[in-house]
């Protein structure tokens, strides 16, 4: 059964993984059918449109719906593989699982021999044997794979964490190599025969546990470099050193390489992942905590350096401060608002009520419900004019139109520069 062709795919979650990895597949002649919860967004993909921002996804997308090799649904379908990538947002120090047993527990009804299961969405180590589980309760009829045997099943399950950079997601599903981590080295064999459908890229097999282990550590590993820049801009701030200069001179050494300091670390992945570990072996991982405390401390600091311009330019003019935001997205060039630290820091400036707010996010139509209607805040579009009128700049994300604002706009106003791009 393993060996049977994969012709229909049903992947639950059409988010910022979920829609360009059922896109690319079907753009592959592979029918597939996407399920969200959300019934607008299943509407705008069947119109051939996309709900988020990433280059080159629309036209894709578009082109499987016409083809008609891409539908979306508020119900998954039977299909000879089931791709998961919902949500696992972290709450009070746990992971929220809770959208993974649901979309485990919509699939069993529409299991049959020879179905392949996978989870691509971040997870502790453990998630996908307890995924099996569950599906094995929900379906007493079918046999499901035992971490310790590789007997006769008729579900194949596996962990394969997607490590994908947005902005470029399209190109690096398709080129990036894989960890793929079956509960069995049948299960790992069927799950790989999905992946080449589209993936040009390595296939590196494990188990499930190492895999889902793999992508947290990943993202672990880069939080704690952002750490020490982040701690690094701290020391500089406090004994006077430019600490772009700084880490540029130190990277000319043939084995160093700082990466760049920021207002925080946001995103699903970074801010998240290594809180599922820490959550794993709370006693074992002193390195990691503290490395997120650094970070989660950092848009504490800006806002010490909002305040006391906002004080400043008060005592200078005697009048209300205009301050203007640059970016509310997590990183550079997409709308992408999860665990941004940059939003934080609007929403605690907002929340003052001291000086007129500025918010300038050029990959959003809107203020986000977090900030919509709060007195003395203003979305606007035009950079210049923004900038202009402000007497407090804070460079919050690195966007490529904020690039082209010319210095000179800038000499009579306090800068806030937590990206560099000034320095």
Known sequence: MSSAPIGKICVLGLGYIGLPTASVIASRGVDVVGVDVKQDVVDCINRGEIHI???????????????????????PEPADAFVIAVPTPFHDGKAELGYVWSAARAIAPHLRPGTLVVLESTSPPGTTDQMTRILAESRPDLRFPARDGNGPVDVNIAYCPERVLPGRVLTELIDNSRVI?????????????LYRIFCRGDLHVTDARTAEMCKLTENAFRDVNIAFANE????????GINVWELIRLANQHPRVNILQPGPGVGGHCIAVDPWFIVEAAPDATPLIRTARQVNDDKPKRVLGMVREALEATRAATGRRPTVA???????????????SPALAIAETVASW???????????????????????????????????AAADI?????????????????????????????WA
Do not use: W
Request: glycine share 6%; charged share 25%.
């Open 325 to 339: 935001l640059l970016g509310l997205a997590f990183k550079a060039d997409v709308d992408d608002l999860r665990e």
């Open 353 to 387: 009520n001291d000086c007129e707010t500025l918010v300038s996010e050029p990959n959003i139509e809107d203020l986000p419900a977090s900030l919509s209607g709060m007195e003395g805040v203003r979305f606007v579009t035009d950079i210049d004019q923004t900038v």
């Open 393 to 421: 700049v804070v460079m919050l994300v690195n966007h490529r139109p904020y690039l082209a604002i010319e210095r000179e706009s800038l000499a009579s106003k306090t800068i806030i520069d937590t990206r560099g791009v």
């Open 53 to 75: 921002v990433e280059p080159d996804l629309e036209g894709v997308t578009a082109s499987a719906v016409h083809r008609g090799h891409l539908r979306a649904s508020t119900e």
């Open 181 to 193: 981590g079956g509960i069995s080295a049948a299960c790992s064999d069927r799950a790989k025969a």
């Open 232 to 239: 690094l801009s701290r020391v500089c701030d406090t004994i």
